[in-house]
């Protein structure tokens, strides 16, 4: 019993550590990997159809301001608060009743 799990552990440990041995070097990828270019350069010529209105390819400001726009699309503390402000323009909040002391429980 006592050789069939030093056995089984020696296996295991093999079969844990042999992968390691095998890995190829990072190096290798890094020399195959293309340089970026800059997000603002745009897309390929075909892919026009793609793009969104108001954006000049190759222009930053403009990358700027159409990132920054989709961004506060997704931001739900703004979206709430404008869709709270048109809501409430028409129909003004009463104000909020003082509030009377709490009785403390016998």
Same mark, same amino acid.
């Given at each position: 019993?006592?050789?069939?799990? =030093?056995?089984? %552990? $020696?296996?295991?440990? !093999?079969?844990? @550590?042999?992968?390691?041995?095998? /890995?190829?070097?990072? %190096?290798?990828?890094? &020399? @195959? ?5 800059? $997000?603002?350069?745009?897309? #390929?010529? /075909? ?8 954006? =000049? ?10 990132? &920054?726009?989709? !961004?506060?699309?997704?931001? /739900?503390?703004? &979206?709430?608060?404008?869709?709270? !402000?048109?809501?409430? /323009?028409?129909? *003004?909040?009463? $104000?909020? *009743? +003082?509030? +009377? #002391?709490?009785?403390? %429980? #016998?």
């Amino acid at each position: 019993m006592k050789r069939a799990l =030093t056995t089984s %552990a $020696a296996l295991i440990a !093999t079969a844990l @550590l042999l992968p390691g041995c095998g /890995e190829r070097s990072q %190096a290798e990828a890094a &020399r @195959l990997k293309k340089a970026d270019a800059k $997000a603002s350069s745009g897309a #390929p010529a /075909e892919a026009k159809v793609y793009t969104a209105s108001g954006w =000049t390819q190759g222009d930053d400001a403009s990358w700027q301001n159409q990132i &920054r726009g989709r !961004t506060q699309g997704q931001n /739900e503390y703004s &979206r709430i608060t404008a869709t709270h !402000t048109s809501a409430t /323009e028409s129909a *003004p909040l009463a $104000a909020a *009743p +003082a509030s +009377a #002391p709490v009785a403390k %429980a #016998p």
